[in-house]
């Protein structure tokens, strides 16, 4: 027997670090090459991690819930041949599968896995590793991926009606259980499970009045970013309020269209044509500032990868339309709703939330009317769409109850001056009031 020693690899993110979220295995398990290990949460996106190694489960050297760095020795594993597989296997983003068996992922750049293979001497210290839940939905049909939703929604597989032709839950049976509203959507607030972070009580058992909560993982990337976008780019914020009744009108128009009955339609699919159509009109709200050696450049981008911040179960991420400004609002609206799933389950990549222009902010699905947001690093432009309510308007003299919203944009002042920033913001509120702009 030969004991090899598995470390934290480089899953090609840029990061150093990562939480052992979920361990796959326990000691005496018998694994093959390609068994998934463990799982684990990086600053941006849950990997599974799979065996170089085929032999049994020896033992685990971090306890889930810890975060330890890239290189660091987590799981050892008795082979009875030396030699791990030919080819390493790479880490497996959570939701790239189908139909329950894994798939190659696409490589985003750089994503390269390394540290596989024989590390360090073995830890002589055995940790136990934590307890883990026993699931009420012990018994029922359901494939890991779904298994998985269903944990991420906080739905009790064994509460849903299945609808697969062998008896087994699928997705749609998971989501429509779950009744949860689109995160893009002015419907009402997500609701996600009761336990939202992970929490250690500070003082005795009996002395409740103070906890702590651990900065890691989407947080602590989340702060790091937010400071240092707050402390190094010089913020300015508009605002204007916006009769968004035609914009209203044409939704629903929308959703009765056959071109559209397969997808769903929302505010926020106008709110970001008008965002593209804007971007055309003042372009440095698509730029970024870019420290160089030489002093500082400003690098304005001639095609809008459109972010759209999300509140999802594992925090606050900020995904991408690549290449928004070439899509039909057709193309727009499915990549809309792809994205809004994929945020909604947690299986949000780091590719796609890797080289964003401009961001929006959909503040309304909070019931928030306005507000002054940070923009997203590397950007130079983040505009907040506030809920759509009935307001008594003037219109023509007359008090009538309309549809009205509040457009607010924050921008780096290095960048954008004040007359762009407004012309801007009057631009997207132009359409909001008037999409029959966009067929100029």
């Known amino acids: 027997m030969t004991t090899q020693t598995f470390v934290l690899p480089d899953v090609g993110e840029g990061l150093t ?42 033992e685990m050297l971090v306890d889930e819930g810890r975060t330890v760095d890239v290189g660091t020795p987590i799981i050892t594993i008795e082979t009875t041949d030396a030699t791990a597989a030919p080819t390493a296997p790479g880490p497996v983003v959570v939701g790239q599968r189908e139909h329950g068996e ?30 883990r839940p026993v699931r009420a939905s012990v018994g029922v049909v359901a494939k890991p991926p779904i298994r998985k939703l269903a944990r991420d929604l906080g739905v009790d597989l064994a509460d849903v009606a299945p609808s697969g032709t062998a008896g087994e839950v699928t997705r749609d049976d998971v989501l429509k259980h779950a009744s949860q509203a689109s995160v893009f959507r002015n419907i009402q607030t997500p609701q996600w499970s009761a336990v939202r972070e992970e929490t250690i009580p500070v003082a005795a058992q009996d002395d409740e009045r103070t906890e702590t909560i651990p900065v890691k993982g989407v947080r602590k990337a989340t702060a790091n970013a937010m400071v240092g976008s707050a402390y190094s780019a010089p ?34 699919l106008i709110m970001a044509r008008a965002v593209i159509w804007a971007v055309r009109r003042t372009p440095m709200v698509n730029a970024a500032w ?8 400003i690098r304005v981008r001639h095609y809008v990868n459109l972010g759209i911040a ?3 179960p594992r925090g606050l991420l900020v995904p991408n339309v690549k290449d ?14 792809k994205l809004t799933v994929t945020a909604r389950e947690g299986k949000t990549t780091p590719a796609d939330q890797q080289g964003g222009t401009i961001t929006i902010t959909n503040i309304g699905v909070f019931g928030m009317d306005a507000g002054t947001p940070i923009i997203n690093p590397g950007e130079a432009g983040i505009v907040a769409l506030g809920t759509i309510r009935q307001k008594p308007w003037v219109v023509d003299g007359e008090v009538r109850p309309r ?29 909001l009031e008037e999409p029959a702009l966009l067929l100029d």
């Open 102 to 131: 894994p798939v190659t992922p696409p490589e985003p750049e750089g994503a390269v896995l390394v540290g596989y293979g024989t590390g360090g001497p073995v830890s002589s210290r055995r940790r136990k590793p934590a307890e």
């Open 290 to 297: 870019v420290d160089t050696a030489d002093g500082a450049e």
């Open 310 to 312: 999300a509140a999802t």
């Open 17 to 58: 670090e990562a939480e052992i979220v979920t361990w796959r295995v326990q000691p005496g398990d018998p694994v093959a090459v390609d068994d998934v290990l463990v799982e684990i949460e990086t600053a941006k996106s849950l990997v599974e991690l799979p065996s170089p190694f085929a032999g049994t489960v020896g």
């Open 235 to 268: 913020h300015v914020t508009v605002w204007t309020d916006v009769d968004a009744s035609r914009t209203m009108e044409l939704v629903k128009r929308l959703k009765a269209s056959p071109d559209f009955a397969d997808i769903k339609v929302s505010p926020l």
């Open 324 to 337: 928004a400004q070439n899509l039909s609002l057709r193309e727009l609206a499915r990549a809309l709703e």
């Open 403 to 431: 549809w009205v919203t509040t457009v607010a944009g924050s921008f780096d002042h290095r960048v954008v001056d004040g007359d762009g920033m407004s012309r801007f913001i009057a631009d997207v509120a132009s359409i």
